[in-house]
């Protein structure tokens, strides 16, 4: 299996959230945070409301716009109430100016 492009670097300024698509559907949030990049699931493990669209990013915590529970991104964690279960979150890489998905987590994606 092979990385997967995301997007350019270029269309995250830092500290905004962005997203894309996997291969499967799955759309991920992906975050720029002082020059590192990190990606996790788009939808808010407590309530059904995409982090890329309604949620707000404080350095490397993200809040979801529905009930203001919160996650950071680099591991996933739940870090407030009234989220509890961490996020999914991916491997990615900048490379050549482009945001990818790692190969390994491509290859899990895909099934």
């Known amino acids: 299996m092979h990385a997967t492009a995301l997007c350019p670097l270029n269309d995250l300024c830092n500290g905004t959230i962005g997203s894309a ?3 499967n559907g799955r759309r991920i949030a992906i975050y ?3 020059g590192n990049v990190y990606a996790t699931d788009d939808r808010c493990t407590h309530g ?4 890329a ?5 404080e350095g490397h915590t993200v809040e979801c716009g529905l009930h203001l529970g919160a996650f950071d991104v680099r591991t996933g964690a739940a870090t407030s109430a009234p ?4 996020l999914k979150t991916y491997p ?3 490379r050549d100016g482009q ?3 790692s190969a390994e987590a491509a290859a899990c994606d895909a099934t």
Do not use: K, P, T
């Open 48 to 51: 059904d409301a995409s982090l």
């Open 83 to 86: 989220c509890v279960r961490a």
């Open 21 to 23: 698509f996997l291969e």
């Open 99 to 101: 945001v990818w998905l």
């Open 92 to 94: 990615v890489e900048v």
């Open 53 to 57: 669209d309604e949620g707000s990013l």
């Open 32 to 34: 720029h945070v002082d």
